[in-house]
């Protein structure tokens, strides 16, 4: 792991537009804790944006099923890697379909302990939105 990555782990999840520098990140327009990140992964699973590696989706929301665009779950666990313009749109597209077919609501029902739904929504608001950018250009990469 690359001393920006390592830098990025310890504080949570980053996302950046541009490719790392020998310094590092230049930018990170998009990121969250460990915890927002948990929140986030769980909602983009059951999107079908992530899957295998020992998670399966909780809920059958028709048309948020897993299909031949979704990424592995580890590319969403690690602070390293490379997100393509075309990955990035799938996701976006995805994250806004669960926010229509109220999944944040649907699977936060199954947790004692959340930080509320408005909460939630917004930060998959903000993953969506950050994933549209960047498939306007040339993907992003996690630090």
Same mark, same amino acid.
Request: aromatic share 10%; glycine share 6%; with cysteine.
């Given at each position: 792991?690359?001393?920006? @990555?390592?830098?990025? !782990?310890?504080? /949570?999840? $980053?996302?950046? =537009? +541009?490719?790392?520098?020998? %310094?590092?990140?230049?930018? &990170?327009?998009?990121?969250?804790?460990?915890?927002?990140?948990?929140?986030?992964?769980?909602?983009?699973?059951? @999107?079908?944006?992530? !899957?295998?590696? /020992?998670? $399966?989706?909780? =809920? +059958?929301?028709?048309?948020? %099923?897993?299909?031949?665009? &979704?990424?592995?779950?580890?590319?969403?666990?690690?602070?390293?890697?490379?997100?393509?313009?075309?990955?990035? @749109?799938?996701?976006?597209?995805?994250?806004?379909? $669960?926010?229509?077919?109220?999944?944040?609501?649907?699977?936060?029902?199954?947790?004692?302990?959340?930080?509320?739904?408005?909460?939630?929504?917004?930060?998959?608001?903000?993953?969506?939105?950050?994933?549209?950018?960047?498939?306007?250009?040339?993907?992003?990469?996690?630090?």
């Amino acid at each position: 792991m690359s001393v920006a @990555a390592l830098s990025c !782990a310890v504080m /949570g999840y $980053a996302f950046s =537009l +541009d490719p790392p520098t020998e %310094e590092g990140y230049l930018s &990170t327009p998009c990121a969250f804790s460990g915890e927002q990140m948990n929140y986030v992964r769980m909602i983009m699973i059951e @999107a079908g944006v992530v !899957a295998g590696d /020992g998670v $399966a989706q909780v =809920l +059958d929301t028709r048309g948020l %099923e897993v299909t031949e665009e &979704t990424l592995p779950t580890r590319r969403f666990l690690y602070n390293e890697g490379h997100t393509t313009a075309a990955e990035a @749109a799938f996701v976006a597209r995805r994250l806004r379909a $669960a926010l229509d077919a109220q999944v944040v609501a649907e699977l936060l029902v199954f947790l004692d302990d959340h930080p509320g739904e408005d909460q939630v929504t917004e930060w998959v608001r903000q993953f969506a939105a950050f994933n549209e950018q960047a498939a306007q250009q040339n993907g992003y990469y996690s630090c």
